[in-house]
């Protein structure tokens, strides 16, 4: 019955690969994001979608592609893996309030990329 | 813009001492939300509290308690009586209404409680 859910929870790659992470979460939310947490644990948005539409859009590159098949999945693929993509990854999700999304997040347990 | 500061890059105290971490926050938004979050060595986030713009009142939650003052720009976090398994990292965070729900967090505070 876990909430929101990320695969893998640990990824080691080489630079240059492509990689995925996956997040699920079932509490019925029409919001979900992804935060990226660097070294010095400092964490920061990415991404936001509500309802598959892509809404937060920070200044990432473009190798990091968010996509939302569906309102309950919203994944990252990265392509030509850099060193300093190595961070550890949150998805979170949050439930739609009268005017849009509320601001409880409910976080995922975290995907730590290596990239070597 | 909207910006969240934890001064206190680390912090180690003995086990049953009272431990202040302390938050300020930019916005100018009227209507926006703080809250702290909880990441124990184990990577997890766990949301600890949210509070509005428009409560002042401070909260006590068993050895937690949280002090927000708008005159100061502060929502500071104490853990009285502090256990080894209070050691973390806490983060302070903002959301403001005029940007979506997007959470601003502090650069956290290490807590490290030895017995």
């Known amino acids: 019955d876990t909430a929101v859910s990320q695969t893998p929870k640990y990824l080691v790659t080489q630079m240059g690969n492509d990689k995925s992470i996956k997040c699920e979460q079932n509490l019925g939310h029409d919001t979900m994001y992804w935060y990226k947490q660097d070294s010095k644990k400092f964490l920061k948005i990415m991404f936001s979608?509500?309802?598959?539409?892509?809404?937060i859009n920070e200044t990432v590159p473009n190798r990091f592609s968010p996509k939302s098949p569906d309102k309950a999945h919203l994944n990252l693929h990265i392509n030509s893996l850099e060193l300093g993509d190595s961070a550890v990854y949150f998805c979170a999700s949050s439930p739609q309030g009268t005017s849009g999304p509320t601001n409880e997040q409910f976080f995922g347990p975290g995907t730590r990329l290596t990239v070597l | 813009a909207q910006k969240v500061t934890q001064a206190q890059t680390e912090i180690s105290v003995v086990e049953k001492e009272d431990v202040t971490l302390d938050c300020v926050y930019e916005?100018?938004?009227?209507?926006?939300?703080l809250f702290w979050y909880k990441q124990p060595p184990s990577g997890e986030l766990v949301f600890l509290i949210r509070?509005?713009?428009?409560?002042?009142q401070n909260e006590i939650s068993g050895r937690y308690s949280w002090n927000f003052q708008k005159s100061t720009s502060s929502f500071n976090f104490t853990i009285t009586a502090s256990q080894v398994v209070d050691s973390a990292v806490y983060f302070c965070?903002?959301?403001?209404?005029?940007?979506?729900?997007?959470?601003?967090f502090g650069e956290g505070t290490q807590l490290t409680v030895n017995p």
């Open positions: 979608y509500n309802n598959k539409e892509l809404i």
């Open positions: 965070a903002l959301s403001q209404e005029t940007s979506g729900s997007r959470l601003t």
């Open positions: 509070r509005n713009s428009f409560d002042e």
């Open positions: 916005t100018r938004d009227t209507t926006y939300y």
